[in-house]
T-cell receptor
Framework: ETGVTQSPTHLIKTRGQQVTLRCSSQ?????VSWYQQALGQGPQFIFQ???????GRGNFPPRFSGLQFPNYSSELNVNALELDDSALYLC????????????FGEGSWLTVV | AQRVTQPEKLLSVFKGAPVELKCNYS??????LFWYVQYSRQRLQLLLR??SRESIKGFTADLNKGETSFHLKKPFAQEEDSAMYYC????????????FGTGTRLTIIP
């Protein structure tokens, strides 16, 4: 069992609202990535944080933003929610210096109505 | 641009029969290739990576750079192999971004 934990596990939001998803990385991992997994699709890379700075971004608009804290925990914020934002959001942690295994959390299911 | 293709969305195989899950990739450099598995109601977890050249749960995968493929194979399927399988690619430098395929749902028929 990995040490990556995410909260909340499920939530429902209304179109136009804002949401914050949280992730606690595995101990010793200084890199966190966020992925969006729509139904029937593979995970899509949103962005990555290393030492509290964004270090790579996928094809997602600026209303998707993030933070990484000194303890390596992380948040994903999505503003002006759209129906298509409904998906499973996965957090993954790794050690950039070691480039070892990337561990995933169980995800947060977001439904936008 | 990086791209991973898994041509089969669904694959059903009888118990004891060989399994092959196909994965092709597109990348200009030398990538790292992975297979991730997601069992029912569990998180995504690493099954194997090409640089390790290991066999996990009887599965193996060989990177074929000429065919840009990384197919996952197992000689004798077991019921517990039923799961969602994702092939993923990571560039050999820079950040930790993984590019995933759309996945193949493997069902083992008893």
């Amino acid at each position: 069992e990995t040490g990556v934990t995410q909260s909340p596990t499920h939530l429902i939001k209304t179109r136009g609202q804002q949401v914050t998803l949280r992730c606690s990385s595995q101990s010793g991992h200084n890199t966190v990535s966020w992925y969006q997994q729509a139904l029937g699709q593979g995970p899509q890379f949103i962005f990555q944080y290393y030492r509290e700075e964004e270090n790579g971004r996928g094809n997602f608009p600026p209303r998707f933003s993030g933070l990484q804290f000194p303890n390596y925990s992380s948040e994903l914020n999505v503003n002006a929610l759209e129906l298509d934002d409904s998906a499973l959001y996965l957090c993954a942690s790794s050690s950039a210096t070691a480039r070892n295994t990337i561990y995933f959390g169980e995800g947060s299911w977001l439904t936008v109505v | 641009a990086q791209r991973v293709t898994q041509p089969e969305k669904l694959l059903s195989v009888f118990k004891g029969a060989p399994v092959e899950l196909k994965c092709n990739y597109s990348y200009s450099g030398s990538p790292e290739l992975f297979w991730y598995v997601q069992y029912s109601r569990q998180r995504l977890q690493l099954l194997l990576r090409h640089i390790s050249r290991e066999s996990i749960k009887g599965f193996t995968a060989d990177l074929n750079k000429g065919e840009t493929s990384f197919h996952l194979k197992k000689p004798f399927a077991q019921e517990e192999d039923s799961a969602m399988y994702y092939c993923a690619l990571r560039s050999n430098f820079g950040n930790e971004k993984l590019t995933f395929g759309t996945g193949t749902r493997l069902t083992i028929i008893p």
